[in-house]
């Protein structure tokens, strides 16, 4: 789940990171009386959407205290497209003001769980403000990676690790110190994925700032964490990625042709690649999880159907907790209920395989059998051309 820069920078400041001063609206009234607090005459209007990128997209301003009303009602309803919203782009309905810093140098600094090591990683990089990815091909020696077992709390050697590359001075190392365990302990006791700070800043009086922030929290884990699902935005959200938030199911909205439903998240990848080998992209990744019920699978058929780009679906199980007929029925149940005028192929295997087959091949649908992933790839494949 993602938050907005505004809620990222409240977690922050709430776990004693130096944060900039700022406020939210939701509306251009009364902004005059509410930017009193800031106690400044140059000010950055920031759109708040889940997607970098938002300067170079007009998303950003720096505006006089003269012109903030009518730069704002430009921002209000905006549509901003940027290189992560896509092409639809993502309509701006709220709009963070920032007080205006003099800026000495822009640096990057993030921490995240890292799988493959089953670590923490502190990412710290001398060139803030832009994409990290573009540094780690054009100035790899730019960035520095530091990684740490999962504890209480970073030693002293770890924050000085993370911190070297930066050069800092005595009291901003002071307050970098505090930056970097309060970005750590929210990481852990928030169970986020990803805080990263970009950019962090020195300005011109040397004080260091959160400039910007961001914050990704594991899906798995927040049941736990009430306080931050209430920060869910569901503008911000693919209504059919929502709905299948109710019904407890993993599904990421893709930009190809052919919608996948699958039982595993490996499995998934699996099917999703050998997809992309036969020359046609996914149109989405969907985990139905080890017992789906035929509730479940009838809910995620008909978000698969929902999708406009989809001109073939793959279901492709292996039944171990699930029942291949359990999911044959729901499939069938879906497909009869929304009119199926799109190919459908399926590959069964596992528990009940056979009676599943025969409620497909019973149904009266024109549905594809397949032997293996490889048939039920090249049968998909060749349906939709």
């Known amino acids: 789940m993602n938050i907005h820069e505004h809620q990222a920078k409240d977690i922050l400041k709430d776990f004693g ?3 900039t001063e700022g406020i939210i609206i939701f509306n251009s009234e009364n902004i005059i009386e509410k930017i009193k607090v800031l106690d400044t005459d140059q000010f950055v209007l920031k759109a708040q959407i889940h997607a970098g990128g938002r300067g170079k997209a007009g998303g950003v301003k ?5 012109d903030i009303i009518s730069e704002a009602k430009k921002l209000f309803g905006k549509v901003l497209v940027t290189p992560q919203t896509g092409p639809e782009g993502r309509v701006v309905k709220r709009i963070y003001i920032q007080k205006a810093y003099d800026i000495k140098k822009e640096l990057y600094l993030s921490c995240l769980v890292d799988r493959q090591s089953s670590k923490i990683a502190f990412i710290s990089s001398t060139e803030g403000g832009v994409d990290i990815e573009a540094i780690a091909k054009t100035n790899p020696e730019k960035i520095i990676t530091t990684k740490v077992d999962l504890k209480q709390n970073l030693s002293s050697e770890e924050i000085e690790n993370i911190l070297r590359i930066f050069q800092l001075d005595k009291s901003q190392t002071t307050t970098a110190t505090k930056l970097v365990k309060a970005m750590y302990s929210a990481l852990i006791k928030k169970d986020a994925s990803l805080v990263e700070i970009n950019p962090l800043v020195i300005t011109k009086n040397n004080e260091i700032l959160c400039l910007d922030a961001k914050m990704n929290f594991d899906d798995n884990a927040i049941f736990k964490h009430p306080e931050i699902l209430e920060l869910r935005d569901l503008n911000e959200e693919d209504p059919s990625e929502i709905e299948a938030s109710k019904h407890d199911l993993a599904y990421i909205k893709l930009d190809g042709s052919i919608g996948c439903m699958v039982n595993g998240a490996g499995l998934a990848m699996a099917t999703m690649d050998i997809i992309k080998l036969y020359g046609e992209e996914p149109a989405n990744f969907l985990d139905v999880g080890g017992g789906a019920s035929k509730e479940k699978v009838t809910a ?10 989809v001109k073939g679906v793959l279901i492709n199980i292996f039944g171990g907790i699930m029942q291949c007929d359990v999911l044959a029925q729901g499939v069938v149940d879906a497909a009869k209920d929304l009119k199926l005028n799109v190919p459908l192929v399926v590959r069964l295997a596992g528990t009940n395989f056979k009676k599943g087959k025969k409620i497909l091949d019973e149904s009266k649908l024109k549905i594809l059998s397949a032997n293996n992933l490889n048939d039920a790839a090249k049968k998909i494949v060749e349906a939709i051309k």
């Not at 720096?62 to 003269?66: A, C, N, S, T």
């Not at 995620?300 to 780009?309: M, W």
């Open 300 to 309: 995620a058929f008909k978000i698969l159907l929902s999708d406009k780009n």
């Open 17 to 19: 990171a130096p944060i």
């Open 62 to 66: 720096l505006v006089k205290k003269k």
